[in-house]
């Protein structure tokens, strides 16, 4: 019974393995002489080999052999040469699979890009009295993080109590982890002070999902409680710390981390080094960080960000721009989206009306970029600057998302600075429809009324 429930899960289930069966089984190895099929499992390099040694099991009468299909569900889960589909075909119709393959599914789910499937394949173990083990609730707990499923997460948590796993350093970590990544800090934080053995990963995960979670003041406190505790940060503590010092502008503690890092002779890789980058250039010590980007063997997306960003930020649009051009011949790192937040920055700044345009264009026509709010933010704003408003409110209007308040506002702002009350109060029809208790797009308005002599209109 058990086994059609499990028959039936909701999860995408294509194309009937049978035929192929059919076929290896009639072109099996040898039907007199069954050779070791846990040895040849073990040995599979392709699904071609997977399909003959599963036709064996078929014709040698060894289906059941639930180690034999163990080995092969792992090459079919978990290699980037398997098929997913077929290692859950072989699961469905597996008579009472063990814990390690329900496992196996699970964290092959987890690291897909369907991981609500594994919290659904959980829950099915559960209601099959398969007990959970500790090595089944990290790769649960990657699922709820990556499917940013804090309800299910917290389930979990209550289920890793009742099993006592959760003193387990790996399951601990896996729990830290998904409630910094799901928003749950205040949980973390509690977890993580009723731990008595904390290692570096979980003093690291917590300061990430502070640094990540815009809680710089207290990714920097908390490192300075590590320090204190006498453990050694890695690398990824490093950057979290950085990443803090670089949002919150804080300097002097970024040049104690980069003093540290040099005192401990610790190798500046890229991750690190696009970390130091950022937070100098964040900080306006561009000398620095051109320094930095020009002693790096090697770039990616992330480094020429961080320095045109920065860049972009202070105010050195020929530079920012100079960045992006020098960019555009690295074949190893293409622009995204966080780029052209940069170099459009740069652009508003500086007036480049045309060559924000073009920039702009290129975005979906070159690079296959939707642009985002942001995009249109920073547009908007360039565009309004210019004194250009219609050509600002018609690219509003041309957005394939509602406009927020940031781009409303930055029209309104446009509309304040050349006293153009009509698309003003259009504008503010749009923001007060986002946010009906902003009163203070009333205010801007009765500005505008006020500066172009409309005093009966003054609210």
């Known amino acids: 019974a058990s086994q059609g429930i499990r028959r039936q899960l909701m999860l995408p289930v294509l194309l009937s393995g049978s035929a192929i069966l059919v076929h290896y089984s009639q072109h099996a190895i040898n039907h007199h002489k069954v050779p070791n099929l846990s040895f040849l499992a073990d040995r599979c390099m392709c699904m071609k080999q997977v399909h003959q040694v599963h036709a064996q099991m078929i014709v040698s009468g060894r289906i059941q052999d639930n180690y034999a299909a163990s080995r092969i569900m792992v090459f079919c889960a978990l290699s980037d040469k398997g098929d997913l589909n077929y290692a859950l075909r072989l699961f469905h119709h597996t008579f009472e699979p063990n814990t390690f393959m329900w496992n196996t599914i ?7 890009p369907t991981p609500h499937n594994a919290i659904l394949l959980y829950k099915q173990m559960k209601m099959e009295g398969i007990m959970p083990g500790k090595h089944t609730f990290p790769f649960l707990l990657k699922a709820c993080t990556k499917a940013v499923a804090l309800s299910s997460g917290q389930q979990v948590h209550a289920h890793v109590l009742q099993s006592g796993f959760e003193f387990d350093v790996h399951v601990a970590n896996a729990l830290l982890h998904m409630y910094a990544c799901c928003g749950g800090l205040e949980c973390a934080r509690r977890l993580f002070d009723n731990i008595l053995m904390k290692n570096v990963i979980m003093w690291t995960t917590m300061i990430s999902g502070y640094a990540q979670n815009c809680c710089s003041e207290s990714a920097l406190s908390l490192f300075n409680e590590m320090v204190e505790a006498g453990v050694k940060p890695n690398e990824a503590t490093l950057c979290s710390v950085l990443s803090s010092c670089a949002k919150l502008g804080n300097l002097e503690i970024g040049e104690h981390i980069h003093a540290y890092i ?21 900080n306006g010590r561009i000398e ?3 320094k930095l980007f020009s002693d790096m063997p090697e770039r990616n997306s992330a480094t020429w960000n961080a320095f045109i960003c920065g860049m972009a930020m202070h105010g050195h ?4 721009l100079h960045l992006y051009s020098e960019m555009q011949k690295e074949d190893a790192s293409l622009p995204n989206d966080i780029t052209f937040v940069g170099v459009l920055s740069a652009c508003c700044h500086a007036g480049l009306i045309d060559v924000g345009q073009e920039i702009f264009n290129s975005m979906y026509r070159v690079y296959d970029i939707r642009p985002k709010l ?11 600057r210019a004194g250009r408003l219609r050509e600002a409110e018609e690219l509003i209007g041309k957005m394939d998302m509602r406009p927020d308040v940031v781009v409303l506002g930055a029209l309104l702002g446009a509309c304040k600075m050349y006293g153009n009350i009509e698309i003003a109060e259009r504008v503010v029809k749009q923001m007060l429809e986002l ?7 009333y205010v801007v308005l009765s500005n505008i009324y006020a500066e172009v002599g409309k005093w009966e209109d003054v609210m």
Not at 106 to 112: E, F, G, K, Q, T
């Open 317 to 320: 649009a020929e530079k920012s």
């Open 374 to 384: 942001e995009h249109y933010g920073c547009m908007v704003d360039l565009l309004g």
């Open 288 to 290: 620095i960080a051109s």
């Open 435 to 441: 946010e009906p208790d902003n009163h203070g797009v």
């Open 106 to 112: 699970i964290r092959a789910h987890a690291l897909s």
């Open 262 to 282: 040099e005192r401990e002779r610790i190798q500046i890789g890229v991750i690190l080094g696009t970390a130091l980058i950022d937070m100098y250039a964040k």
